[in-house]
């Protein structure tokens, strides 16, 4: 099956940038569109971008719009999420998520690949 694997993060400082990358490898499937998730210590995974594959429109929440964008290459079957002027509120383990099936974007459910995270720490 797809296998995808997150690379970028780190430890930032408050207003900084860093750029999180997930490479697509394995089999070829479908896809729909391919989305960004951050979960903090105590909290749910919860949604931050999403790309759709083909047409390339974006959406994100309401907390990272203007600050984060996320873009892919579908040639190199590889999304990015650039995340400027970093908060601390922005720490957590950001997962890359792939949906062959589609549904609603925002809901981990429409999501049948994952990341196995990268740890993204901004200090204030």
């Known amino acids: 099956q797809v296998q995808l694997v997150e690379s970028g993060g780190g430890l930032v400082q408050a207003g900084g940038s860093l750029r999180l990358s997930c490479a697509a490898s394995?089999?070829?499937?479908?896809?729909?569109?391919m989305g960004w998730f951050r979960q903090a210590p105590g909290k749910e995974r919860d949604f931050v971008a999403a790309?759709?594959?083909?047409?390339?429109?974006?959406t994100y929440t309401d907390s990272v719009k203007g600050r984060f964008t996320i873009s892919r290459d579908n040639a190199k079957n590889t999304v990015s999420l650039q995340m400027n002027n970093l908060k601390p509120e922005d720490t957590a383990v950001y997962y890359c998520?792939?949906?062959?099936?589609?549904?609603?974007?925002?809901?981990?459910?429409?999501?049948?690949?994952w990341g196995q995270g990268t740890q993204v720490t901004v200090s204030s």
């Open positions: 998520a792939a949906s062959s099936r589609g549904g609603v974007y925002y809901l981990t459910r429409a999501y049948d690949y």
């Open positions: 394995g089999r070829t499937v479908s896809t729909y569109f």
């Open positions: 790309i759709n594959w083909s047409s390339g429109s974006t």
